[in-house]
Structures are given as structure tokens and as C-alpha cells.
């Protein structure tokens, strides 16, 4: 089991950028790591993945060419141009070695979880 914690949520108008960024307590035994959000009501939504040992990247409609992940000592997670439906717990997410589909972003697939950092954006 790998320990998560995210951090760099706060508030923001709308057309303005965070950093999210997650620390891992280890990351050796770690096939991906993801980014998902959720607000009140609505189902938890996978935005964005990365595969630890790779070149490879993948991001949902919603937020492709406005998120950008990436790795380097954290999982970091750019956001540009904010929209008020961006407003959400963000969460970030892993998966070991042997474990399910990374690129589907499915929440089910996802073993490892960190707490959430909440992100509002007002218009």
C-alpha cells in the first residue's frame, strides 16, 4: 500500500491555473498514478493518468488541453483556464503492479487514495 497526499486546492477565478501536487510515501511498486474529482452529488471522475515507468499520458475530454499531469519527486497535476464546473474534491489515485487498467480511469481500478484538496472556482 502506498500513503498519498495531496495538496495546492484553494480558490480561484474562473479563467485562472492551480498546481496540484501529490506526495507518495513510495513509489517503486507503483504502475500509475492518476488524478479524479468530485463534487457534491455527482459521480467521481477521473481527469488524468500517468504511467510511472513510462512515456504515457492520458486525460479525460473535460480537462484535455487545459490539465496537464506529470511526475517528478510528485504527481503533479497543472490547471489552466478554470471553469466554475471545475469546482470539486480533487483526489489523487494509484495503482500497484498486477493491478487493473490504468488509461480507462475508472475508479474501480484504483487501489491507493489520498484524502482530497478542494478546489472552487468562482465566475
Known amino acids: 500500500q502506498v500513503q498519498l497526499v495531496e495538496s495546492g486546492g484553494g480558490s480561484v477565478q474562473a479563467g485562472g491555473s492551480l498546481r496540484l501536487s501529490c506526495v507518495a510515501s513510495h513509489t517503486s511498486n507503483l504502475k500509475c498514478a492518476a488524478w479524479f474529482r468530485q463534487a457534491p452529488g455527482k459521480e467521481r471522475e477521473g481527469l488524468a493518468a500517468i504511467y510511472t515507468n513510462g512515456q504515457g499520458t492520458e486525460y479525460s475530454d473535460s480537462v484535455k488541453g487545459r490539465f496537464t499531469i506529470s511526475q517528478g519527486g510528485t504527481i503533479n497535476l497543472q490547471m489552466n483556464n478554470l471553469k466554475p464546473e471545475d469546482t470539486a474534491m480533487y483526489y489523487c489515485?494509484?495503482?500497484?503492479?498486477?493491478?487493473?487498467?490504468?488509461?480507462?480511469?475508472?475508479?474501480?481500478?484504483?487501489?491507493?487514495w489520498g484524502q482530497g484538496t478542494q478546489v472552487t472556482v468562482i465566475s
Open positions: 489515485a494509484a495503482i500497484p503492479y498486477g493491478g487493473g487498467n490504468c488509461f480507462l480511469l475508472q475508479e474501480k481500478d484504483f487501489e491507493d
